[in-house]
């Protein structure tokens, strides 16, 4: 079970949209719709932003959605605001009742 | 609201055996739409799933980490515990307990985390 694949680092500038990826496997990301997004700040625990691929749990700004294709997920924030400055992770069902999360992206609005 | 805080020491010498507990305010820790979950950060680097258990005590373990995982929960307190045996350095991290949707397979709510350094 190896953490699933995000790039180390994202950046935009403010009002623009940025995507962040998360590869894995057809054992994890492939195989179920079951991806959730978590967003940290600093010295924070993290927030769910999206679960099961593009769902938004209720108090979540729609400038945050999610999809998948293959055994990519990706979240997309639209309309860039400082407040989105954050590490992003996302995490998948990997069948037996386990869990992988990826190694995280670091999102910078400039 | 659900709140969730964990607690215990926040020094083990290696090899000994790490000790936390969770502990669920504000819902009921036998829900039957919720797992309760442990989650690890080392320091500045990524999150791993160590484990989820059930209010009835089924566990599910990150197999990684399974041969040194114990999870319990205690009903009557309202907690859940995690115990990781012959730790090394590389178990040094921010320890977080959170919930965990049975549908949705999300985390919902979490602690704010216990650093425990080994």
């Known amino acids: 079970q190896s953490a699933l694949t995000q790039a180390a680092s994202v950046s935009g500038s403010p009002g623009q949209s940025i995507t962040i990826s998360c590869t894995g496997t057809?054992?994890?990301?492939?195989?179920?719709?079951?991806v959730s997004w978590y967003q940290q700040h600093p010295g924070k625990a993290p927030k769910v932003m999206i679960f099961?691929?593009?769902k938004r749990p209720s108090g979540v700004s729609n400038r945050f959605s999610g999809s998948k294709s293959g055994n990519t997920a990706s979240l997309t924030i639209s309309g860039l605001q400082a407040e989105d400055e954050a590490d992003y992770y996302c995490?998948?069902?990997?069948?037996?009742?386990?869990?992988?999360f990826g190694i995280g992206t670091k999102v910078t609005v400039l | 609201q659900l709140q969730l805080q964990e607690s215990g020491p926040g020094l083990v010498k290696p090899s000994e055996t790490l000790s936390l507990t969770c502990t669920v305010s504000?819902?009921?820790?036998?829900?039957?739409?919720?797992?309760w979950g442990w989650i690890r950060q080392p320091p500045g680097k990524g999150l791993e799933w160590i484990a989820n258990?059930?209010?009835?005590?089924?566990?599910y373990y990150n197999p990684s980490l399974e041969s040194r995982v114990t999870v319990s929960v205690d009903t009557s307190k309202s907690q859940f515990s995690l115990k990781l045996s012959s730790v090394t350095a590389a178990d040094t991290a921010v320890y977080y307990c959170a919930s965990r949707q049975v549908i949705g397979y999300y985390f919902d709510y979490w602690g704010q985390g216990a650093l425990v350094t080994v």
């Open positions: 995490c998948s069902y990997a069948g037996s009742s386990t869990y992988v």
């Open positions: 057809s054992s994890d990301v492939g195989s179920y719709n079951l």
């Open positions: 099961e691929v593009s």
């Open positions: 504000g819902g009921s820790i036998s829900s039957t739409s919720s797992y």
């Open positions: 258990i059930y209010y009835s005590g089924t566990t």
